[in-house]
């Protein structure tokens, strides 16, 4: 339990100390420093501890926002401080100099608000949250006590409440069709003691029941599948609000959120085109291609994210016209709009299955997305070319891990390195997308069977591992994982449906599903601050390239019902190792006390 040190002589009629207890403090008080600073090192050093001015005067939810949130070590609002397990020892130094300094005998002031001037004075980051219109003060006289009762009583702290629990940046059909309701839903969850993790396998499951009724084929289980598919989207904001509202973040929770997502939306994609064989009509490559677009998408946002995570020296004519577009406000939204982000993407689906077919479902979802690609990729490009910035390490690192290379292109990046240190700037996007010319085309262009799609996969080893030979530091070097992306994914796409077999375009699928899933993992370690995937995981499944030049060998030396066999059990087997992988980190991460995250960017 944790244990908040009330500290100076308390107030009456003050509803401090029952607002702590609400919050699940255990409540002890001190007269003065010394007894403070005591009454902290009896508090076990694997729990929260906070010290709170007794003259406080506030909103609860005030209080639950300084001292309550899970993400920070340390964190502070006027007159209270609070410091979790890994911010302990920074909150005992500055608590035993503010006892040194007064003698320990009176409290002069507020001790809280000394000891977080102290620990910031110290280098230390301390949270100190938006509070808006909420109060939080520590009034000095009875006048200001009472002006500052009036001010607690002025604002509706449960309207503020709910309103903060809605993401701040978010699309649309999210912040206008949904998150009007939504998070009253997120409300009834709280007070029935439900939590984020359940209401987002509760999306899950809704998604997954939607997919089941696509795959029916039938137009009730068409129209019953896209009302379901909203439901899922309504339940996965929700699950977002329940934890801003109820500050239930949590590792587990954020990383459970982030791959159900795309879980949800691919086993959909599935559920589609099962129906449609159910109808005659065979729309696996549609699908496939689908699921290639949409996750090479994502990729690009991750990776310029990632290279201009930290960046020096940031500026960008195209950022700044940016800028002063969003103070046109119409223009925020037709840009968040036109992106098809998840809210807008999940509406266009289900409102497509249920009036229409899944073929003309996949081809709107593949033209929409398209020109969102060709949209979002177009403006990072215009901002790297333009803008002057200096990339760190850590950048070029996540890019590195973004990359994905396996041993052969790490054999190659070792023997070319001085060769490729050599090279002019942009040299390794562009060696990364003559490789992914090479593999893909001479996939798309040649027989099935030939040996053409294996020398194409050979070049694109030799030019990736090129591509990553030097730190991943230059303008356009973000471009690199993206490309390897689509090398990868297409080569798998156009071999299987150059097969002509029943059930290849299936296991490419499940192969392309298996592999992404591993590719968006090491996306959200890295946000996490968790790290990537250990290299041994990375050299087991073969890295990028790998994986392309094995797919390659087994398309020249099988049959084409051979060939399926092989891409299912090369799925399964893929599968299986980065799924147990990733929910051992995971789990381990969550049950170990990892620092809790909350992924509050830009809709998926």
Excluded at 95 to 117: I, P, Y
Excluded at 429 to 439: E, K, Q, S, T
Excluded at 486 to 506: F, M, Q, R, S
Aim: with cysteine; glycine share 8%.
């Amino acid at each position: 339990m944790p244990t908040a040190i009330l500290t100076g002589q308390p107030v009456p009629g003050s509803s401090v100390e029952t607002d702590l207890r609400s919050l699940g403090f255990d409540v002890r008080t001190a007269a003065d420093a010394a007894t403070a600073e005591t009454l902290l090192a009896q508090v076990p050093g694997d729990e929260r501890v906070a010290v709170v001015d007794a003259r406080f005067i506030g909103h609860p939810h005030a209080l639950r926002l300084g001292l309550t949130d899970p993400r920070f070590p340390l964190a502070a609002i006027p007159g209270a401080v609070t410091a979790q397990p890994a911010g302990r020892l920074e909150l005992t130094r500055a608590m035993a100099r503010e006892n040194s300094a007064d003698g320990g005998t009176t409290l002069v002031g507020s001790l809280a608000d000394r000891v977080a001037a102290a620990l910031e004075a110290d280098g230390a980051a301390v949270h100190r949250p938006e509070l808006g219109s909420l109060v939080a003060a520590v009034p000095a006289d009875p006048q200001a006590r009472a002006e500052t009762r009036q001010a607690v009583a002025a604002v509706d702290e449960e309207a503020v409440r709910l309103k903060s629990a809605v993401k701040a940046r978010d699309g649309f059909f999210t912040t206008f069709c949904v998150s009007p309701y939504s998070r009253y839903l997120a409300r009834w969850c709280a007070r029935r003691g439900l939590t984020p993790n359940q209401v987002t396998t509760a999306s899950l499951l809704t998604a997954l029941i939607a997919a089941a009724c696509a795959a029916t084929g039938t137009r009730g289980g068409f129209v019953a599948a896209g009302v379901l598919l909203i439901a899922s989207f309504v339940l996965d904001c929700t699950d977002g609000q329940l934890a801003r509202y109820s500050l239930q973040y949590s590792t587990l929770g954020a990383w459970l959120d982030a791959t159900f997502d795309r879980a949800k939306e691919y086993a959909y994609y599935a559920g589609l085109a099962l129906g449609a064989a159910r109808g005659g009509d065979d729309v696996w490559a549609l699908a496939l291609g689908a699921m290639v677009l949409q996750t090479c998408r994502h990729v690009v946002d991750f990776a310029f994210n990632e290279a201009n995570h930290d960046a020096t020296a940031n500026t960008s004519p195209t950022a700044a016209l940016s800028g002063r577009l969003d103070s046109v406000g119409w223009t925020v939204w037709v840009r968040r709009m036109i992106v098809l982000p998840i809210g807008e993407r999940w509406a266009l689906i289900a409102v497509l299955t249920a009036v229409t077919t899944p073929r003309v479902t996949f081809w709107v979802l593949l033209a929409g997305c398209a020109f969102a690609a060709t949209y979002t990729t177009a403006g990072r490009l215009l901002r790297s070319v333009t803008r002057r910035a200096r990339r760190t390490d850590r950048a070029a690192r996540a890019l590195a891990d973004l990359a994905d290379t396996g041993p052969l292109g790490e054999a190659v990046a070792g023997a070319l390195r001085g060769a490729a240190a050599r090279l002019p700037g942009p040299a390794a996007p562009m060696w990364a997308l003559v490789g992914a010319l090479a593999v893909v085309a001479t996939a798309l262009f040649t027989g099935f069977g030939g040996p053409w799609p294996v020398v194409g996969a050979l070049v694109h080893a030799v030019a990736s591992g090129l591509a990553v030979a030097r730190p991943l530091k230059g303008a356009l070097d973000w471009l690199v994982p993206p490309v390897l992306r689509a090398a990868e994914y297409g080569t798998v796409l156009a071999l299987a449906a150059k097969a002509e077999v029943n059930g290849a375009l299936p296991a490419a699928f499940g192969l392309v599903a298996a592999v992404a899933y591993h590719h968006y993992d090491t996306v959200y370690r890295i946000r996490g601050d968790a790290g990537a995937p250990p290299r041994l995981l990375v050299r087991v499944i073969g890295g990028h390239e790998g994986r392309t030049l094995a797919v390659a060998v087994l398309a020249a030396v099988l049959t084409a019902p051979q060939f399926t066999v092989a891409l299912t059990v090369l799925a399964v087997a893929v599968a299986l190792v980065v799924l147990v992988e990733s929910i051992r980190f995971w789990v381990a991460s969550h049950l170990g006390g990892a620092p809790a995250v909350h992924d509050e960017g830009e809709p998926a």
